[in-house]
């Protein structure tokens, strides 16, 4: 097991040292690192590095590497807290509707121009958190009222009903405002272009929070894979559980998706791929899929801003095209190669 955790970690930095180096403008890797050990311990600038290059790693690509990894890391743990919470293979952030009320809330700041100086720029991702973070506690609380227990099915049937009708009003806000529809459309896409420091540090504080709050339950979640009743004699308080952890992946997912657009099947698939190689335990589980969902983001990210250079594809798209058949195979696999199962 130690060197299956060791050869992740190595697979994940060798990934983000490729994001840093390979682009439309290709800088040797010995270039890079001396620009990252100029600005971080001082040291003078190697001899044929030129300002631009210095420019592009430092103040284009590293910051955008980073933001990569944290949404993967985020959207990828959420969904392995929502699969294990709601025992759903299925089950993600984006189906119980998080993603769609963040888009909601980030959608109506873009159509109205409203700003705010005191948040400048943060005004976008704090309003698509909270709505997100809304969005999944107002399904909750619809589930609550109409099964008491809060069952499975019933919060992911809430989920995506929410999920339709946000969706449905984004899209009727965008129709009617048509001069904003292009700058909508490529944020829903998802995209990890210019990102900046100040949006990696305030990012940051939510995910912490957010992977923090995961672990302190790692036990409890190793308890509902055997299911919510065994749960339940063990003494876990099931409602309380699923309503602390689906708030904080409304907190994670949300905050994510308002700073890089909406990014499916990171959160469904990731925790699949890592289910198979690290075993069902969540104390290893949560981190090393925040390692693999960090690694997939950045890994997709690179390839959509190399396969069409100069142009860029967003980053939402790729996820997609490569998430899509492989879910597909995953879940067939699951059902032994026959019709999947309830």
């Known amino acids: 097991m130690t060197k ?109 121009g409203f700003t705010l100086a005191s948040l400048g720029s943060f005004l976008l991702p704090i309003t698509g958190t909270l709505c997100g973070l809304l969005s999944i506690l107002a399904a909750i609380v619809f589930a609550s009222r109409v099964d008491a227990g809060l069952s499975t099915n019933t919060i992911v049937l809430a989920g995506m009903v929410f999920s339709l009708f946000i969706n449905a009003m984004l899209t009727m806000l965008t129709v009617l405002n048509r001069e904003s529809l292009e700058r909508i459309a490529m944020w829903q896409l998802g995209t990890l272009s210019g990102k900046s420091y100040e949006q990696v540090f305030g990012f940051l504080p939510f995910l912490v929070v957010g992977l923090f709050g995961f672990l302190l339950f790692s036990r409890e979640l190793d308890l509902f894979t055997f299911g919510e ?43 699949h791929i890592v289910r198979r190689i690290f075993g069902n335990s969540h104390r290893l589980l949560l981190p090393m899929t925040m390692i693999f969902g960090g690694m997939f983001m950045v890994l997709a990210d690179l390839i959509a801003r190399t396969v069409m ?33 309830a």
């Open 229 to 271: 009743e065994q749960a339940m004699a063990a003494g876990v308080n099931t409602k309380r559980l699923k309503w602390v952890l689906l708030t904080l992946c409304g907190i994670l997912t949300g905050s994510a998706v308002s700073f890089s657009g909406i990014i499916g099947f990171v959160d469904m698939i990731v925790p």
């Open 4 to 112: 299956k955790i060791l050869l992740s970690l190595a697979a994940a930095i060798l990934v983000m040292t490729a994001a840093v180096v390979i682009g439309t403008v290709m800088i040797p890797l010995d270039a890079a690192w001396g620009i990252i050990a100029h600005h971080l311990f001082g040291t003078a600038l190697p001899e044929g590095i030129s300002g631009s290059q210095a420019v592009i790693i430092w103040n284009i690509r590293i910051p955008r590497v980073l933001m990569g990894f944290m949404v993967g890391a985020a959207l990828a743990s959420s969904g392995a807290v929502t699969q294990s919470l709601l025992r759903n293979p299925l089950a993600s952030p984006y189906t119980l509707g998080v993603s769609a009320g963040a888009a909601l809330g980030a959608g109506v700041i873009i159509i109205t």
């Open 309 to 341: 250079a100069p142009s860029e594809l967003p980053v939402g798209v790729i996820c997609a095209l490569t998430g899509a058949p492989f879910f597909i195979w995953v879940y067939f696999k699951r059902s032994g190669g026959g019709k999947p199962h």
